[in-house]
């Protein structure tokens, strides 16, 4: 793990960049520049500012940033907005820890809902300037300062107007559903939050096997006169209480058992799992799982017999027959509680069965269960299970390992509850969610017909009320005599039906007007049917009701700036993780599915889950990843934002966080990129924008301006299609490309002073400066700013588009041949053991039969042989004594060349070379290749004889020389 208190030099670089982007305004410049191709609309998710951004909130900005950066400079203006997501149960659960609130009836008993939504509204932004340090930090450029947030009444407003719209559209109800409940929260919890925070955990649970004592005897299935029971597998013994019926599938096959002189009804196929380690046991006979419906039995402990809704019910402890029963676990025989489970719930609704709940808000048993009375049902397993065992109805009882669900907010341990919510009906417009969904471009595709698809096709109706404080209050109005409900859509409405309104708000202006609890709660409505008082009922709309409406609540739609709005609908592109298909993404397209008939976005990127290098998710607790900002601090945010733009992540797929792939992109695209600069700088310094132009006189000056071009070509591609990946490897290989070929294969001929391929050159990292932009900010601006770009900043240039002229396809192909050819030589060099400063004769290729002269000319040189021959492939590592003594200068010239470096000398600095040597060799060297020598090493001098002082003894090819570098 990195953790270096001391910046790095590119870190500090960096900085120094963003200072001066905010001292120019840039980005703001940005927003004003020329925009011939209107608008391009971005959607930014508000997130919640309760803590420190991590990696997954940082990808999300550095995608964000990036595609309107290409968007900006592509020519279109990019309106961005950050947003706040202000309500729910994660303020709500900061602040409870904060005040040391143990429960939610201390709230409104203790502290009070006003003072509680207060205390939510001081908090909720808490951290809001560590987010602007980071998000600037990494590069974002957005109107943070300017955010909209969803506790401004403007915006709450917004999502009256629309709860209002879908009320008059006959898509709102009340009704009663199975739902995942928090009994510390005391609210519903959707099952997409859950999922989408993966909340479920591995726990070890009681379950147990017990037995339901059988009423009516019947001949055909069971003897008389021996105690019959009906054995039914649970994993919620808590649950029991309230069995008002039992399940079989009436397909299968059942088996009567005796056993310790009772029977057993058990599912053929399940018999032996169940009996397993038990005593002794005799199959008697088969039964039909028909023949077992109607089936009377007693309850094992009836408490509830002399309920309402219970007695005199003759539908109550029978079996039933039920679709959803299996024989893959437990015993084929299910029980029916319809408090507690959803396919339990339908199945009661089916057979009129009554809905009884015996556990209160808390989670405790309510009076009525006498022996459990006050105690939290889910820790009672085990005693529920010994009470059922000394009245004898204990089978067995096991312990069993399963994924549970808990709070993705308090990590309480979930409950399945029947309980009366308000719903949005969902299966009224699930037809044309569908066919809306065939309009948007998803990236990764296959997200399109997959996973979305099948999260709208099996979604239930969603149910938009909380139970809870710090939100958006449901708009609806209660008659406390008659059934009359009235929604609200906005504050002049509200004023209108009011009998009070006065009385409680002092202004009728949106802005000076606290819509939340308890406030809003004290306003009074008279019933249009009976004349009575009506009331707001108590609940809180669901956060996600308020983050999907964001594409209009943001701009208090449709009160103000109403062109505005439906101009920027659908969105052109918004981008989160993969999660947020079940959540945001699917909201947001209900929402604008059912109010504006359009889907909510036109493009949209999802990403996978950023967990630890191990592939634990990433935990402060466990220290399983370096904090962002020590990253920051040693390599940059461009490497940070190269590294995650182009990894598996952007393709929807997990990303086991290493530090070494930030490294990597240190090394590979920063460091090689500045060093090219700097080598450029070296020879076109004085160069200006005006005399950078591309040459094609030399073919490696047309093979890179051929290359620009192509990978012009492939990352506006890839941008338009939102493939972060590609724009990634496409710029890392070009500059690759860049540093090891073109500029290691050009350095002597820009030595020698080639001012056409110095302009070239200084064309090429102009124009790659350009495509780096998007991805990675600063190192375009340090480049541009080295270049002399011809604008205040690089993201104020226009997007280089691709000269298809100066793409020469063949040329690309035959330079991939030549790559090829040399790696295939080196090879062969290798395994022959010639050091490649040794020239040989000749090389043979059989890739192919011919190339042109120059091309051959770059392969001579870079296998350091005379010739190249096509044909069976063959290296000729015979030496002869002229190839030995050519060898030897190519030796030397390493040599003096590693003391000049050794020496801190650039290639600016001139030297005379004094040098003493008894080697013949070496002697015949100097005078064979003076002129060349000095072209190589920089020297105006080569003089032989006696070196005095200061002097560097070296081996070279086993001869010895004395060499002395003096600086002129």
Not at 491 to 500: D, G, I, R, V
Not at 700 to 718: H, M, R
Not at 745 to 759: L, T, V
Not at 916 to 924: A, G, Q, R
Request: proline fraction near 4%.
């Amino acid at each position: 793990m990195t953790n270096k208190a001391k910046k790095s030099e590119y870190a500090q670089r960096e900085e120094k960049i963003l200072a001066k982007w905010q001292r120019d305004k840039t980005f703001e410049a940005s927003l004003k520049k020329k925009s011939p191709k209107g608008d391009y609309t971005f959607l930014d998710g508000p997130p919640f500012a309760t803590g420190l951004p991590h990696y997954g909130s940082l990808l999300s900005s550095e995608i964000k940033d990036a595609i309107a950066r290409y968007q900006t400079m592509r020519g279109f203006h990019v309106h961005r907005r950050w947003g706040w997501d202000c309500h729910g149960l994660p303020i709500e659960n900061m602040v409870e820890a904060e005040l040391k609130i143990p429960d939610k009836k201390a709230i409104e008993d203790k502290l009070g809902i006003a003072k509680f939504n207060e205390a939510c509204r001081k908090s909720v932004l808490g951290y809001a300037k560590d987010w602007k340090v980071f998000v600037d930090r990494i590069g974002r450029w957005t109107e943070f300062d300017n955010a909209y947030k969803t506790m401004d009444s403007t915006y709450m407003e917004s999502v009256w107007w629309a709860l209002k719209q879908m009320w008059d559209k006959d898509l709102i109800y009340h009704g009663r559903r199975v739902l995942l409940y928090c009994p510390r929260c005391e609210t519903p919890i959707s099952n997409a939050e859950v999922a989408m925070d993966n909340s479920y955990k591995q726990v070890t649970d009681t379950s147990v096997t017990v037995k339901f004592k059988v009423k009516n005897h019947e001949a055909r299935i069971m003897k008389h006169g021996v105690p019959t029971y009906l054995v039914a597998w649970t994993t919620t013994p808590w649950s029991l209480f309230t069995v008002f019926g039992l399940s079989v599938g009436k397909k299968f096959d059942y088996s009567l058992i005796e056993y310790n002189g009772e029977q057993l009804i058990i599912a053929k196929d399940r018999v032996e799992a169940v009996m397993e380690g038990l005593d002794r046991f005799k199959v008697v006979k088969n039964i039909k799982g028909k023949d077992l419906i109607g089936l009377e039995f007693e309850h094992l402990v009836n408490y509830f017999y002399r309920h309402p809704e219970v007695k005199g019910n003759k539908k109550v402890y029978k079996v039933y027959d039920a679709d959803y029963v299996t024989v893959e676990e437990g015993t084929g025989i299910v029980t029916i509680n319809g408090s507690y489970g959803e396919d339990d719930f339908n199945q009661a609704q089916a057979q009129g069965l009554p809905v009884v709940m015996d556990i209160d808000e808390q989670g405790n048993f309510k009076d009525d269960v006498k022996d459990f009375a006050g105690k939290y049902a889910l820790n009672q397993n085990d005693n529920i299970a010994k009470f059922l065992d000394d009245k004898g109805l204990l089978l067995r009882q096991d312990k069993y390992k399963h994924p549970y669900p808990h709070c993705h907010r308090c990590e309480t341990k979930l409950q399945y509850r029947a309980l009366p919510s308000w719903f949005i009906n969902i299966q009224k417009v699930k037809p044309e969610l569908l066919k809306l969904n065939e309009k948007i471009n998803w990236y990764p595709g296959h997200l399109k017909h997959g996973r979305f698809k099948k999260i709208v096709e099996g979604a239930p109706d969603w149910n938009i009320s909380r139970n809870r404080y710090w939100a958006s209050p449901l708009p609806f109005w209660k008659c406390e005599s008659c059934t009359e409900h009235v929604c609200i859509g906005s504050l002049a409405e509200l004023k209108k039906l009011s009998t009070n309104y006065n009385q409680v708000y002092k202004s009728d202006d949106i802005n000076k007007v606290d819509l939340h609890r308890p406030f809003v709660d004290k306003v009074k409505l008279k019933c249009s049917k009976c004349k009575s008082e009506m009331s707001r009922v108590p609940e809180v709309v669901d956060g996600w009701v308020e983050s999907g409406s964001a594409p209009f609540a943001e701009h208090h739609y449709p009160f103000e700036n109403k062109k505005i709005a439906e101009s920027r609908m659908p969105a052109d592109f918004i981008a989160e993780y993969i999660a947020q298909t079940r959540t945001w993404f699917y909201y947001l397209h209900v929402i604008s599915t059912i109010l504006f008939k359009k889907p909510a976005f036109s493009n949209v990127i999802t990403t996978g889950t950023i967990l630890a290098a191990n592939g634990d998710k990433l935990s402060k607790s466990k220290r399983n990843f370096t904090e962002p900002t020590a990253l920051l601090d040693e390599y940059g945010a461009d490497p940070l934002r190269l590294y995650m733009l182009d990894s598996p992540v952007m393709d929807a797929r997990d990303l086991f966080f290493d530090d070494r792939g930030v490294s990597e992109a240190y090394r590979k695209v920063v460091q090689i990129s500045r060093n090219v600069v700097t080598f450029y700088e070296s020879y076109g310094s004085k160069l200006t924008t005006k005399d950078l132009k591309p040459s094609t006189k030399h073919v490696l000056d047309k093979y890179i301006v051929s290359l620009l071009n192509q990978t012009a070509t492939e990352v506006t591609e890839a941008w338009e299609s939102y493939d972060t990946i590609k724009v990634g490897k496409s710029i890392r290989s070009f500059i690759t490309e860049l540093s090891t070929w073109y500029l290691r294969r050009s350095r002597d001929r820009f030595k020698a002073g080639d001012e056409d391929g110095i302009k070239t050159f200084g064309y090429v990292l102009l124009e790659m400066s350009k495509l780096l932009a998007p991805i990675a900010p600063y190192l375009a601006e340090d480049i541009y700013e080295r270049v002399k770009g011809p604008e205040k900043s690089v993201h104020l240039d226009n997007w280089p588009v691709a000269n298809k002229k100066l793409i020469d396809s063949k040329l690309l192909d035959q330079m991939e041949l030549v790559h090829d050819i040399v790696e295939r030589g080196l090879a062969a060099r290798a395994e022959a053991g010639v050091k490649i400063r040794q020239p040989l004769t000749s090389y043979a290729t059989d890739l192919v039969k011919k190339l042109d002269k120059d091309l051959i000319e770059l392969v001579n040189d870079e296998l350091n042989i005379k010739s190249l021959k096509f044909g069976k492939v063959k290296l000729d590592v015979k030496l002869t004594g002229e190839l030995k003594l050519e060898g030897l200068y190519r030796e030397l010239v390493r040599t003096i060349n590693g003391l000049r470096k050794k020496q801190g000398l650039t290639v600016a600095d001139r030297i005379v070379l004094n040098y003493e040597t008894s080697s013949k060799d070496i002697v015949k060297v100097f005078d064979t290749w003076s002129k060349e020598m000095q072209e190589a090493i920089l020297a105006d001098e080569l003089l032989a004889g006696m070196v005095d002082d200061e002097v560097e003894v070296v081996e070279v090819n086993g001869e010895k020389i004395k060499i002395k570098l003096i600086k002129k």
